[in-house]
T-cell receptor, first 115, second 116 residues
Framework: KNQVEQSPQSLIILEGKNCTLQ??????????LRWYKQDTGRGPVSLTI???SENTKSNGRYTATLDADTKQSSLHITASQLSDSASYIC??????????????WGLGTSLAVNP | ETGVTQTPRHLVMGMTNKKSLKCEQH?????MYWYKQSAKKPLELMFV???????ENNSVPSRFSPECPNSSHLFLHLHTLQPEDSALYLC???????????????FGPGTRLTVT
């Protein structure tokens, strides 16, 4: 069964600290993986998208990694800010080129950055 | 702002009421989506429209009735809902519903629905 599992479920860190969020998936065939940030009361906003051949991709203080062999991805946040408090959702796109693709959504990691 | 707006932002309705959710996108996209987000559950895709035509209905109960009059507007008509339908309803749009670089979805802020 295609699944996306994220850990930890929730995390509390102090402002200025770094943190790493994990995403493990069993989706096959794999197309791409996205990380979304969802602020409370808002819709998800895309942070990064990674394809099979990409190992690392950065977006400001956010760095995503992908290991397609072990089917794991991580999202590293550097020098956290209060505005980083949000839910971070990992989404894996299933399917081969030319076929209909499905998005398999994770439950998300709830991050709280405290002053 | 993502270019996708939703109204109302909050809605409380009884099980016998009829209400509608509205979504509008200002991005020139051709595909629009309705999602349901419940606590402790992943996002659930409900409906997909591409160029005003419904291309996907993920076994959604008939008490949810979508309408897409044009590529910029999407409605979700609600009637005789159940308390378990209480959730955040998200609208999204993308340039294309065909997998590829144009598949990136942009989400609205959602409507928080409470069914009493």
């Amino acid at each position: 069964k295609n699944q996306v599992e994220q850990s930890p479920q929730s995390l509390i860190i102090l402002e200025g600290k770094n943190c790493t969020l994990q995403c493990n998936y069993t989706v096959s065939p794999f197309s791409n993986l996205r990380w979304y940030k969802q602020d409370t009361g808002r819709g998800p906003v895309s942070l990064t998208i990674m394809t099979f051949s990409e190992n690392t991709k950065s977006n400001g203080r956010y760095t995503a990694t992908l290991d397609a062999d072990t089917k794991q991805s991580s999202l590293h946040i550097t020098a956290s800010q209060l505005s980083d408090s949000a839910s971070y959702i990992c989404v894996v796109s299933e399917g081969n080129a030319g076929n209909n693709r499905k998005l398999i959504w994770g439950l998300g990691t709830s991050l709280a950055v405290n002053p | 702002e993502t270019g996708v707006t939703q109204t109302p932002r909050h809605l409380v309705m009884g099980m016998t009421n009829k209400k509608s959710l509205k979504c509008e996108q200002h991005l020139g996209h051709n595909a629009m989506y309705w999602y349901k987000q419940s606590a402790k559950k992943p996002l659930e895709l409900m409906f997909v429209y591409n160029f005003k035509e419904q291309t996907e209905n993920n076994s959604v109960p008939s008490r949810f009735s979508p309408e897409c009059p044009n590529s910029s507007h999407l409605f979700l008509h609600l009637h005789t809902l159940q308390p378990e339908d209480s959730a955040l309803y998200l609208c999204a749009s993308s340039l294309s519903s065909i997998p590829g670089p144009s598949y990136e979805q942009y989400f609205g802020p959602g409507t928080r629905l409470t069914v009493t």
